[in-house]
Antibody
Framework: EVQLLESGGNLVQPGGSLRLSCAAS????????MSWVRQAPGKGLEWVSA????????YYADSVRGRYTISRDNSKNTLYLQMNSLGAEDTAVYYC??????????WGQGTLVTVSP | DIQMTQSPSTLSASVGDRVTITCRAS??????LAWYQQKPGKAPNLLIY???TLQSGVPSRFSGTGSGTEFTLTISSLQPDDFATYYC?????????FGQGTKVEIK
């Protein structure tokens, strides 16, 4: 059974940084592209970032490019999201998602990031 | 970026109703269109991919049609478990986008 377990969400001040982690199990992590998707309170889904299976290529939404960095450690079956220069607009539940042929076929339970003074 | 627009934003229906949700893309996405269901406090769940292919384990009352820029999700006979929010997603490129969602409510 595929399991994705996010962690690292927290309350952070504007301008601060946070690193999210996603521990994967139940599938061959190193052969799958992965993504982060977020959902602001009461709002819809917003794709944030993606990384290829090897980690060689990364992609970002315009709203986070230059502030966020996605990475992975295939030896640890773990996906990361480094978030810098956080603002109120970054407040959201952040989901880690397994990407198969472009679609998100498995999701974690999400981790809440709150940016507030 | 490709913009995805869903209609309606909210839909009120009764158990047993046939329900249709529309998703329009600002430019062609070919058949690279998926549908997800999300219940409050839960992660989304993939229902349909490649416009019309049912994900394993999804009930056959769900179906998808369309190509290019216009797509529909149909629930043939709404069940109590189907009251949720539905999102379309285009994945024509690695930079993917979602529709704003359609909430299916109990009438």
């Amino acid at each position: 059974e595929v399991q994705l377990l996010e962690s690292g969400g927290n309350l952070v001040q504007p301008g601060g940084s946070l690193r999210l982690s996603c521990a994967a199990s139940g599938f061959t992590f190193r052969t799958n592209a992965m993504s982060w998707v977020r959902q602001a309170p009461g709002k819809g889904l917003e794709w944030v970032s993606a990384i290829t299976s090897s980690g060689a290529d990364t992609y970002y939404a315009d709203s986070v490019r230059g502030r966020y960095t996605i990475s992975r450690d295939n030896s640890k079956n773990t996906l990361y999201l480094q978030m810098n220069s956080l603002g109120a607009e970054d407040t959201a539940v952040y989901y880690c998602a397994k990407r198969t042929a472009g679609v998100f076929d498995s999701w974690g339970q999400g981790t809440l990031v709150t940016v507030s003074p | 970026d490709i913009q995805m627009t869903q209609s309606p934003s909210t839909l009120s229906a009764s158990v047993g109703d046939r329900v249709t949700i529309t998703c329009r893309a600002s430019q062609t996405v070919n058949n690279w269109l998926a549908w997800y269901q999300q219940k409050p406090g839960k992660a989304p769940n993939l229902l349909i991919y490649k416009a019309s292919t049912l994900q394993s384990g999804v009930p056959s009352r769900f179906s998808g049609t369309g190509s290019g820029t216009e797509f529909t999700l149909t629930i043939s006979s709404l069940q109590p478990d189907d009251f949720a929010t539905y999102y379309c997603q285009q994945y024509n490129s690695f930079s993917t986008t979602f529709g704003q969602g359609t909430k299916v409510e109990i009438k």
